[in-house]
């Protein structure tokens, strides 16, 4: 089974955004996915209601995951995305997202008040390595990108440069995306992409 937890420092940085559509074009791959929404805010639990998805969606902003989920996940699902709320804001329940997954995807947008915040996130993921608790793979995924602008390449390389990974499709900023809250996800565009990648990522986990 392929566990994923995004997350980020941060509020706003497309975790919620992300969850939602990388679960629908995983699903698409043909994976039976679970969300879990780990965020106390529930904004993927009331999308997925009121959206009316497919994917089998579930609330637990709990900060023992790690021990939980193992015993609620069906059998009949192979792919568990957790959407978790912000790191600043609730460490313990992120904490144990990250122990609980095998991948963690920090999405953010290719902006300095983004960028200068990533240190939050790897000691975070630090810590749970010294107890062997770390996602074995992370990677970053920029979200909101502007077609064109150097930002995408300056912050791609920063992140690089710092010795972490960045995955290779970008999700650029669209107003279908920013609207899409409440509604069916259907047009997956790049996320489409972000599910080939993660897939390919798979079978070094
Ligand atoms: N690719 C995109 N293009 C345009 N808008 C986007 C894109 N991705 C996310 N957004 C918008 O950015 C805002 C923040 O996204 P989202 O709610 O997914 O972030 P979050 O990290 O889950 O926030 P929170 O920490 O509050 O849960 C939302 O208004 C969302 O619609
Ligand atoms: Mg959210």
Known sequence: MLKIAITNLKGGSAKTTSTAYLAHALGLQGRHVLVVDADPQGSALRWSEVGEWQTP??????????????????????????????????????????????????????????????????????????????????????????????????????????????LATVVPRRESIAQAFGAQVTELGAYEGVALEVLGLEVTL
């Open 57 to 166: 969606t579930i609330g637990l902003p709990v900060k023992d995951l790690h021990t939980r989920l193992p015993g609620i996940v069906p059998d009949s699902i192979d792919v568990v995305i957790i959407d978790t709320p912000p790191l600043a804001e609730q460490a313990g329940v992120v904490r144990s997202a990250l122990r609980y997954a095998d991948l963690a995807i920090v999405s953010m947008a290719p902006t300095m008040l983004e960028f200068e915040r990533l240190p939050d996130v790897w000691q975070a993921i630090d810590e749970l390595e010294e107890i062997d608790q770390a996602p074995r793979v992370t990677r970053v995924l920029l979200t909101r990108t502007v077609a064109n602008a150097r930002s995408t390449a300056l912050f791609r390389s920063a992140i690089e440069g710092g010795g972490h990974q960045v």
